[in-house]
C-alpha cells in the first residue's frame, strides 16, 4: 500500500465535492490531522533540523574519531 499526502481546500465547491467522493470509495482512507500544514522551513524550525552539510561533517568527525580512538 502507498501513503500520499493530499492537501485538499473543502472552502470551496470543487474541493468539498471531491472530499465526499474520497469518503466514499472504500479502498481510501482519510486522517484529519486537525491542523495545517507547516512550511518546510517552519517543520525545520520546530525539531531543530541542521543543514545537510553540517549533519554530514559531524558524522564524519564523529565516525573518525570513534574509528580513530579504538587504534
Not at 500520499?4 to 470551496?12: K, R, S, Y
Not at 474520497?22 to 484529519?32: M, N, P
Not at 522551513?41 to 541542521?50: F, G, H, I, L, R
Amino acid at each position: 500500500m502507498q501513503t500520499l499526502t493530499l492537501t485538499i481546500n473543502e472552502q470551496t465547491k470543487a474541493g468539498n465535492s471531491l472530499l465526499t467522493f474520497l469518503k466514499s470509495l472504500d479502498f481510501v482512507s482519510i486522517h484529519d490531522t486537525g491542523e495545517h500544514i507547516l512550511s518546510g522551513k517552519q517543520a525545520a524550525s520546530e525539531c531543530n533540523a541542521v543543514p545537510l552539510e553540517y549533519f554530514i561533517s559531524e558524522l564524519h568527525r564523529k565516525a573518525d574519531s570513534h574509528f580513530s580512538a579504538g587504534k
